[in-house]
């Protein structure tokens, strides 16, 4: 069973746009140095239905499985990232859904 993992960020707005740079770079290295990820879509929303609700950025993992998932959450290459996204950002949401 796969799951897949959405967050949603609102940048602060102290965000600085290099890290916004280093953080979009950064994201789609993860899927080679983490085992189960399957595939990292993320970027700014381009939605014509304005429902973002404040959030500026979207990221989607989708895992090979719970396991994988759980295994990022403490994942070496995890942590700078979740680091960067808290330190930029006034509000983050995480919904995963399985398969």
Same mark, same amino acid.
């Given at each position: ?42 970027? #700014? /929303?381009?939605? %014509? ?10 990221? &989607?993992? *989708? +895992?090979?499985? !719970? ?8 994942? #070496? /290459?995890?942590? %700078? ?10 509000? &983050?949401? *995480? +919904?995963?859904? !399985?398969?």
């Amino acid at each position: 069973m796969t799951v897949t993992h959405v967050v949603l960020v609102q940048w602060n707005e102290q965000v600085d746009p290099a890290e916004l740079d280093w953080i979009r770079t950064y994201t789609q290295s993860l899927q080679s140095s983490i085992q189960g990820i399957r595939s990292v879509v993320d970027g #700014p /929303s381009m939605s %014509p239905e304005n429902l973002e609700a404040g959030y500026d950025y979207g990221l &989607v993992i *989708v +895992f090979a499985d !719970a396991l994988s998932r759980d295994v990022y959450l403490t994942h #070496p /290459s995890h942590i %700078p990232l979740a680091e960067a996204l808290q330190r930029n950002s006034s509000r &983050v949401a *995480v +919904f995963d859904i !399985a398969d």
